[in-house]
């Protein structure tokens, strides 16, 4: 239970008590034997320290983890592992290892997984960003947001229409940038914490939503997105997964 704790508290934003369960929870578990405990509360102790910016740390303990996670057999929690050290990939400009990391992450996860399977796709969407490969990056966002979105993880849906608004950014698409982060925002400010307070990508949105009021006009885009912001979600999911620029029928 501290390890679910943890977990669902780093998602809240609390980094500092979810850290303080996780490591509590890998100690009675270490007690106890259970290696299967154990490596559910490394994935959350590594997703502390990866979150609140200790990089290096979170390295070295995802050896550690991923010991643990192989030795109880867990498939799902290997996959965590490497959602959480794709995106320390990314945050040191490694895209190249970042895709590779979501690639050996999707390869493990059974054919029906949509939770880690669609923010590994995400991840490499992010991955393709970096190194300038845009067509890539769409395409594996889109089906990481239809997975995503499929499943009803609203916090992995905001991150997969993130994903696809910085890209659409970067191709100088700005309506549908607008749209696209317009449509994610009901869904962040339900969750409390924008990117679950993640810097890199904080700083991918400004830069993204920055562009867009350039290419479109302040006013235009704030009317783009303030308008998505109030359409039901179904819409925008299906403006980005038909990877269009406008609404149906505008």
Do not use: K, N
């Amino acid at each position: 239970m501290l390890a679910v704790r943890g977990y669902v508290t780093a998602l809240l934003g609390d980094l500092h008590a979810a850290h303080t369960d996780a490591e509590a929870g890998v100690a009675m578990a270490v007690a106890f034997g259970d290696m299967a405990v154990c490596g559910r509360a490394y994935v959350t102790l590594h997703r502390t320290l990866a979150w609140s910016g200790s990089l290096a740390e979170a390295e070295e303990l995802a050896g550690t983890a991923a010991s643990c996670l192989q030795e109880a057999g867990d498939a799902f929690g290997l996959a965590a592992i490497d959602v959480q050290a794709a995106a320390l990939h990314l945050h040191s400009a490694r895209p190249d290892l970042a895709i590779e990391r979501c690639a050996a992450g999707i390869a493990r996860l059974p054919d029906r997984e949509h939770w880690a399977t669609g923010l590994l796709l995400a991840g490499q969407g992010l991955g393709h960003l970096l190194r300038g490969e845009l067509a890539a990056g769409d395409v594996a966002a889109r089906r990481g947001l239809s997975l995503e979105y499929e499943l009803g993880d609203l916090g992995a849906t905001a991150y997969a229409l993130g994903t696809l608004a910085f890209l659409a950014a970067a191709q100088r698409r700005y309506q549908r940038t607008a749209l696209l982060l317009g449509g994610s925002a009901p869904l962040w400010e339900r969750l409390g914490v924008w990117y679950t307070g993640t810097p890199a990508l904080v700083a991918l949105h400004r830069i993204s939503e920055r562009s867009a009021q350039d290419g479109l006009g302040e006013e235009r885009y704030w009317q783009l997105r303030e308008h998505a912001a109030g359409l039901p979600l179904d819409a925008i999911i299906g403006v980005a997964l038909a990877d269009a620029d406008e609404l149906p029928g505008r």
